[in-house]
């Protein structure tokens, strides 16, 4: 047959052809890509193996380090030095009792430590044995948010006390003024008496209702008051200091955790300027960038030592202490004490204190 439905042979022919040779460039085209694509592939590979090995090297160094912490803190426990500076009530506590003032011979209460003092202790050991600083930094900063939660702890338990005596100191002062008028006179007697509002404040049980009889109960009765009057605001006081030095605690354990926090970030932004200049070159803009922000960091860290060491003037004058240095709104740093020529409180600035180091006032803690 010269035609095949219609259409002749060498047209068919033709037509396979011109699609053999379309099929062989698109396959000779794909070859092409797979083969230019073959690089790529292979710093794919490469990549992928390099992110799983720092991802293994991460979990490896996070591992390496918790174990080393756990054993610092098993080293720590153990230390013979640490057992001689126990006190008694942590020894106790190890043993599984409670501490009491049957266990001591003298009677001395024991002063029960806070759970701050004991990390307190293993941050310093941990420094002598060259912790990494990420486990300095996470020691630091428990340290930190306990004494802060201390902190608001005694402060409301001052406020409540102060809540709670103040009724008490109300109602005392009331009796020892009744029963001093009283005791002024007979007929001062005799009216306090008569009056229920005024004689159910004293002790009617013991009374005679005869002024000289009375007289040495009464006396007793607005001396008692006074010496109520007098051991409530010493427990005030006892409680507010208490309160006061719980913040002041704090306040120091929170400036010396950001100290520890930006040592960590300042040798993590040296090495890594360190590894930039290495591997893009000194004066590439990697490593331009990488110094920028290493210096940034070493800043920021000479002024958070100097607030540790020199706290920024306190807003509240009620948790000054006095003979302690503070920093100025200015950088200048000076003594709280009193000014021997006006009698006032105040700052008194003297020349050999150093001023804040130039940037910030008072950086923020990340």
Known sequence: ?????????????????????????LDAQESLGRIALQPVEVQ???????????????????????????????????????????????????QGKIATTDDLQDGRVPTLPSEADYFEKFA???????????MLTKI??????????????????AIAYQDEQKG????????????????????????IMGNPATSRLLPLKLLTGDYNADLPMLKAVAAAGQDSLTRMENLRKEADDVSKDKLRMAQKNKANADVVRQEEEFQ????????????????????????QALEESRRVLSIKRHLEQYPAYPLDDKTLELGKAYTAPDGRVGVYSKN????????SFLPQYPRRPSGVSAPKGP
């Open 44 to 94: 794919l590979k490469q990549a992928q193996t390099r992110l799983a090995g720092a991802e293994a090297g991460a979990k490896e160094l996070a591992t390496g380090q918790a174990a080393q912490e756990m054993q610092l803190e098993q080293d720590f426990v153990k230390d013979p030095q640490r057992q001689a500076q126990m006190t008694f009530a942590e020894k106790l506590e190890r």
């Open 140 to 157: 630091t900063d428990k340290i930190a948010t306990i004494r802060e939660k201390e902190a608001i702890a005694a402060k409301d338990q």
């Open 268 to 291: 993590w932004r040296k090495k890594d300027a360190e590894m930039k200049a290495k591997h893009e070159g000194p004066y590439a803009v990697g490593a331009s960038e990488a110094n």
């Open 1 to 25: 047959m010269s035609e095949l439905f219609g259409a002749p042979s060498g047209d068919i022919a033709a037509q396979k052809l011109r699609e053999d040779a379309l099929k062989s460039n």
């Open 168 to 191: 008490k100191a109300e109602q005392a002062k009331r009796v020892s003024n009744v029963a001093s008028a009283a005791a002024e006179s007979p007929a001062a007697y005799m009216a």
């Open 124 to 134: 310093a050991y941990a420094r002598s044995r060259n912790a990494p600083p990420s």
């Open 340 to 347: 021997p020529s006006t009698g006032e409180m105040g700052l």
